[in-house]
């Protein structure tokens, strides 16, 4: 059985920093795009940013030069380096692993940018 779960998720003050993981079991990530979304309160979920199996990555204009992706070199996990946080980053984040013949999702972490 394929699972994904999100850590490091928590509170947070604007300009702050967090590093979100997402660790895997029964799958490994060398085949797969590895990818960040959120979703804020009332929105729908947006991507954030993506890592692919060569290492390429892609991110939204709004989070670029503040947040990095990157993979475990066990190809195990993915992370979210978060740096310069806003309020406007609060949101549930959940990573996404997909291929073309399958999509892993994980349930999600909690991020909130308050003073």
């Known amino acids: 059985q394929v699972q994904l779960v999100e850590s490091g998720g928590g509170l947070v ?3 702050g920093s967090l590093r ?3 660790a895997a079991s029964g799958i490994s990530f060398s085949i797969y795009r590895l ?9 729908q979920r947006e ?5 692919t199996p060569a290492g390429s990555t892609l991110y939204q204009d709004s989070v ?9 070199y066990t190809n195990t996990a993915v992370y979210l380096q978060m740096n310069s946080l806003k309020a406007e980053d609060t949101a549930i984040y959940s990573c996404k692993a997909f ?3 399958n999509t892993y999702w994980g349930q999600g972490t909690q991020v909130t940018v308050s003073s």
Do not use: D, E, H, M
Not at 35 to 43: E, S, T, V
């Open 20 to 22: 979100l993981s997402c």
């Open 47 to 51: 991507w954030v940013a993506t890592i």
């Open 99 to 101: 291929s073309q013949q």
């Open 13 to 15: 003050q604007p300009g």
């Open 35 to 43: 990818a960040w979304y959120r979703q804020a309160p009332g929105n």
């Open 64 to 72: 670029k030069g503040r947040f990095t992706i990157s993979r475990s």
